[in-house]
């Protein structure tokens, strides 16, 4: 029983050897999940600071040229930003908040979740044109042009 002995006490030893090396790498591991997490909430507390900073201090910046393109191009961003959120609510049938950035229906006056007024919609929803609905307004646009003026369509 001596070498059977020798390999459990082996086999314990290198058991142990193991655990200890897991419970390491699961230390490591969760300090790097925890780092990760801690720079996540500084990058996220940087931004909204500089956000702040950015709305005060528009006008004490506008003699930097720096600053000014740096604006400038933060306001090109949001331009866009608002371009599409218009054409995404347009497609949804949703307005965006202006204030809050959540979508509410176009038929809602205010805002569900911060209350602002909802600008209305202008414009209808168009709906699907009919097959002579293109030819009436061709008809209607250019009334002394006949269908021989129209040429053929040609498919590549």
Known sequence: MGILDDVVVNAK????AVGRKAGQIVD???????AAEIN???AKRYEVLGQY???CSR???SADPEAIGQMTE???LKAQQAAIAKELGDKQNKVFCPTCGKQSPTTATFCSACGTKLAADPEPIPQEAGPNDAKEAVEADFPEATEADIPPRQYP
């Open 13 to 16: 030893a290198a058991a142990d």
């Open 28 to 34: 490591v591991s969760k300090l790097r999940i925890g």
């Open 40 to 42: 996540a909430e500084i």
């Open 53 to 55: 900073v950015y709305e």
């Open 59 to 61: 006008d004490n910046l």
């Open 74 to 76: 933060i306001d090109e």
